[in-house]
């Protein structure tokens, strides 16, 4: 029969691990280096990686993942503070979701969004049947 799905872990690019993982701690998120070429970051169901790359160039290398959150704005005021990572203030959408976006020291993008609580709605994801 199919092979179910049960998650996903992007894998991002870093010139330096240890750097990534010290920015990803201050996210908030639980970091564990598995050497100095490799780590992961983890925050509830949601598992980053991160491979050493010494070409690293955030405009060739850089990666980008997309994060159903429970609320978008507080998120964007935990990662506003802190240092090196850039943001964009969520904003609603015609599509029934409130999204921002943080920008990591290496130019990885996480973008994120939570349901606008006046409309509850989510994006139309096809789902196979199990």
Same mark, same amino acid.
């Given at each position: 029969?199919? !092979?179910?799905?049960?998650? !996903?872990?992007?894998?991002?690019?870093?010139?330096?691990?240890?750097?990534?993982?010290?920015?990803?701690?201050?996210?908030?998120?639980?970091?564990?280096?598995?050497?100095?070429?490799?780590?992961?970051? !983890?925050?509830?169901? !949601?598992?980053?990686?991160?491979?050493?790359?010494?070409?690293?160039? =955030?405009?060739?290398?850089? @990666?980008?993942? $997309?994060?159903?959150?429970?609320?978008?704005?507080?998120?964007?005021?935990?990662?506003?503070?802190? =240092?090196?990572?850039?943001?964009?203030? =969520?904003?609603?959408?015609? $599509? @029934?979701?409130?999204?921002?976006?943080?920008?990591? =020291?290496? @130019?990885?993008?996480?973008? $994120?969004?939570?349901?606008?609580?006046?409309?509850?709605?989510?994006?139309?994801?096809?789902?196979?049947?199990?």
């Amino acid at each position: 029969g199919p !092979v179910r799905l049960v998650a !996903v872990a992007p894998v991002f690019s870093s010139a330096n691990v240890a750097d990534w993982l010290d920015h990803y701690r201050a996210l908030g998120f639980a970091v564990e280096a598995h050497d100095d070429e490799y780590g992961f970051a !983890v925050m509830g169901a !949601v598992q980053l990686h991160v491979s050493r790359n010494p070409d690293h160039d =955030p405009l060739t290398t850089a @990666g980008c993942a $997309y994060l159903y959150v429970d609320d978008a704005d507080v998120l964007w005021r935990k990662w506003s503070t802190v =240092p090196r990572g850039k943001n964009t203030q =969520p904003v609603d959408t015609d $599509y @029934g979701l409130r999204e921002g976006a943080h920008i990591d =020291p290496d @130019g990885n993008l996480l973008r $994120y969004g939570s349901a606008l609580i006046e409309s509850a709605k989510r994006p139309a994801i096809k789902r196979s049947r199990e």
